[in-house]
């Protein structure tokens, strides 16, 4: 499951519409059904925000990986209210967690950045082997 059906998957367990979370989060309605159909993906700080005020770790998030203090959150109902939030419930989970789980999810991301450099590395080797080979048949027709 993608990180956008995850968060889909909150959003609907706790009756928001796309409107009300899109709202929550500061972001426009449009950009949130981007991110849950998978067209677009969060930010750092949208992360941040959804791990807050659904009680989640990171690793749920982007990884659908129940850890200790996600197992016992609203994700798997055993908390003691019905699923809905409220304005209340929002503001007290929607504080600032460690410095650990930022550099988490920076680790994950500069492993993406540094795939995609290998891939470009590997393209710009392929184009250059492919130019010099253009140079030498061009050499060969002189």
Known sequence: MSIGLRIKELRNKN???????SEIIGIKRASLGHIEAGRQL???EMLSKIV??????????IDGILDKDSFNQSIVGNNNNNNNLTAGDINERNEPYGAHNYDKIIDMLKDQIDKKDVLI?????????LINKINELANKQK
């Open 52 to 61: 807050r005020i659904f009680s989640v770790s990171y690793s749920y998030l």
């Open 15 to 21: 009756n928001l519409s796309q409107e009300d979370f």
């Open 121 to 129: 590395t590997k393209l710009i080797d392929q184009q250059n082997v």
């Open 42 to 44: 969060p930010t750092i």
